[in-house]
């Protein structure tokens, strides 16, 4: 069946490659739609058309005005800032969409905080919200117990994420967040602003859902790893673990919790949470698959698509994940992220290079130690010894 699909502003190689893999197996027709200077297809020769826009917009009237005359089956977002104008634009097309102001919440972490309290989804209590320094600079600090995690209202890959142990270090992050006002990977541009919350202990995780009908059709649980504090960038992830059983039937409960308090009916979402024995504290949430390659780790740990799904739900279509032999529960996947600033581990036998990349194209001058922007490249592994396996990616 040749469908159209349009994908709206992808920014990595790899995400992308691995839907126009499934368009074309599906012999569904691909657009992208990107700033003028991106680069994203120009290894991608099974597209049927690249549109160049001056920004990514949620403005329903320039959506409409990018694609001119053109219409699709499904708008897709191509990465978490188009999470927004994707279900727009499909609204605006009559295609099957989330309900728009429902959907906001995934992008907006005050909006995101208040549908999580409706709905009774567990997470950290917010202290304050700031439009801007001065406002910050007029709150009353003494009642607040430090330290607090300070973040931006809708920007990505935990940049400007930080834990603050005093009033000057909060205010320090927050003057340095409100000089970064657009993407420069889609010209998109971020909401002035910072939310500023109590810190939640424990590691940190994040569930992949496939949601259908309101309830989780499937999903994956990986174990992320952190650079040292006070930043919160992740270096590592790693797939194939098992929810504790103590917070098994709470974590999935609040998943579709979220998707309830989304109006999200159908899609892919991406949950993160911090969890200790006593307490679970949904961190936040996108409804998209994630970045970073976790969509490869889960393919290899469970058998099943992430994109795949999503772009089934872009569509309006059930999917189903494909039959598979029992995995085998003694192998697990991950991937461990290199800087310049971190030292090359020795690699345990037990643990095997899947794939491996290394490149300074990504770098990008000032760039925070251990952010995205300055990974020099990764290895994507496998291994039979957990233990090995998590010191392996612990390493600095």
């Known amino acids: ?43 991608v020769p099974t597209l049927h058309e690249w549109i160049r826009v001056p920004a990514l917009t949620d403005d329903p009237r320039e959506l409409l005005a990018q694609i001119g ?36 919440a995934s992008r907006n972490k005050p909006l995101m905080r208040e549908a999580f309290e409706r709905h009774g989804v567990p997470q950290p209590r917010t202290i304050a919200r700031f439009a801007s320094l001065e406002e910050s600079r007029g709150f009353d600090w003494e009642s607040v117990s430090f330290p607090v995690i300070v973040k931006p209202i809708d920007m990505a890959m935990s940049l400007f994420v930080r834990k603050c142990g005093s009033r000057e270090e909060v205010e320090e992050t927050i003057a340095r967040m409100l000089d970064f006002k657009l993407s420069r990977l889609t010209n998109y541009v971020f909401t002035a602003g910072a939310l500023v919350e109590e810190y939640a202990e424990g590691p940190e995780f994040s569930i992949e859902c496939v949601v259908q009908d309101g309830m989780l059709a499937a999903h994956s649980f990986t174990r992320k790893y952190v650079s040292p504090l006070p930043s919160c960038y992740e270096i590592g992830h790693l797939s194939g673990g098992e929810i504790p059983e103590r917070h098994r039937s709470g974590l999935l409960a609040a998943c579709e919790k979220i998707a309830a308090g989304w109006g999200l009916a159908r899609g892919v979402m991406h949950v993160e949470f911090k969890m200790t024995d006593e307490k679970l504290s949904v961190i936040e949430a996108g409804a998209r698959p994630a970045g970073d390659h976790v969509p490869e780790l889960v393919e290899l740990q469970h058998g099943f698509s992430l994109e795949e799904a999503f772009l089934y739900s872009r569509l309006g279509l059930d999917w189903k ?59 994507l592994v496998r291994s039979t010894s957990l233990a090995e396996l998590d010191d392996y990616l612990r390493a600095l």
Do not use: K
């Open 69 to 104: 005359s053109r219409r699709f089956d499904a708008v897709v977002a191509g990465n978490e800032f188009a999470v927004i104008a994707a279900d727009v634009l499909a609204r605006e097309l009559g295609l099957h969409h989330n309900d728009v102001d429902g959907i906001r």
């Open 321 to 379: 994940a494909p039959d598979r032999p029992q995995r085998d529960r003694d192998v697990w996947h991950a991937i461990r992220f290199e800087y310049a600033e971190r030292s090359v581990a020795a690699r345990p036998e037990s643990v095997e290079v899947v794939r491996a990349e290394n490149s300074l194209d990504g770098i990008v001058a000032g760039a925070e130690p251990f952010s995205v922007n300055s990974r020099t490249g990764y290895r």
């Open 1 to 43: 069946m040749d469908m159209r699909i349009l994908l709206l502003h992808p920014v990595s190689d790899w995400s992308l490659d691995r839907i126009a893999e499934i368009c074309d197996r599906e012999r569904w027709l691909l657009t992208i739609a990107t700033i003028e200077s991106s680069t994203i297809g120009d290894r």
